[in-house]
């Protein structure tokens, strides 16, 4: 019995008139696959076309020509990427040694072509390479994420027996058993920090962070983790002003990536401050509303501030020794924040103190 062809579902953006009909050409002659492939096209003439042709599904591969009426360059890819993370993308391009193009193969694209150059052999044979080697690349990504997300298990079961030999619910413990039990706990809360960290950069970098928006009302939100601060910064005697206001200002976020936020500043500006104060306030100003903390704190050099927003960047060590910190916090907030489509902005002065903002906008 002969296999069934199966069909390949090829969206071409695409609006120079000659190309499109160039491109159908190469499709339409026969070709080596022909027994067991058919294509079928959607042609769609700019960006907007191609994101409404993509939601309504079914696609296999996109073949993409950077330079559109309603978006240009880089851009029109990362669109399309972000969007779309898990579709392979092939890109068209005048020339070989076109910058812009091999610029998109580092950003996630798999392959690209040049348009004058191309036979139907080299079109297909690049359409099934793409697609392939998406789903191997779409594999190993899985993998990655749920072997990270298997670490929590076992790190949850050290933390809760740790934690009921120190209330000593199994009997009674020695002072040296305790400070052992205490490390023990201690590590595993890291640890679990850490694996929460690494796999929300797996995930930004997969271009596979997805949010969950929702009306979100800030001031509430701000106000709710700012208390849940309230005992460990009077701890370590500092003191905790708020200025959020009383009514509420909806934004649309994913109140559980946003409180990460808020809670991450919050953190570093307890773990960089050894005197003084921390202040957390909400305002409006214009389509956004912003969120601030500021510190007293030991602040940050000139020269590391414009660094601090990147991946495994430590310019100090953490107040609480035990709790070394990754150098990912800031790093997870900024592509959080720039997600939502907002900004996150820092202003310090050494032995002074910070200030870190960000904005979300409004519903
Ligand atoms: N409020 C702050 N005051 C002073 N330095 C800060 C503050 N927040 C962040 N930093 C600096 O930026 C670095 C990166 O912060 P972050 O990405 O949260 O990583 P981590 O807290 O794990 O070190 C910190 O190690 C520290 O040097
Ligand atoms: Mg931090």
Known sequence: MQNPIRNIHVLLVEDSPADICFIEKAFSKPNSYSHTYSFSITIARTLEEAVKALEENGIDVVLLDLSLSDSAGIETFRKIHNQFPELPVVVLTAALDDSLATGTLKEGAQSYIVKKDVTPACLIRTIFDSIERNKLKIEAEDLTIMGVHELKSPLAVIKESSLQLLEGLHGEISPIQRKMIQMTFDCAQRLEKLVGDLLAVAKIEMGRMTLSLSDVDISELAGKIAEEFRPIISKNKLALKESIPENKILVKADAERISQVIANLLHNALNFT????????????????????????????????????????????????????????????????????????????PFKGSAFKFTVPKA
Not at 294 to 320: C, E, M
């Open 274 to 349: 050894n005197g003084g104060f921390i202040e957390i306030k909400v305002y409006e100003k214009d389509k956004f509303a912003v969120v601030s903390v500021t510190d007293t704190g030991i602040g940050i050099a000139q020269s590391d501030l414009a660094k601090v927003f990147g991946k495994f960047q430590q310019f100090s060590t953490h107040k609480d020794r035990c709790e070394k910190g990754s150098g990912l916090g800031l790093y997870i907030c900024k592509n959080i924040v720039e997600l939502h489509g907002g900004q996150i902005s820092v202003e310090s002065i």
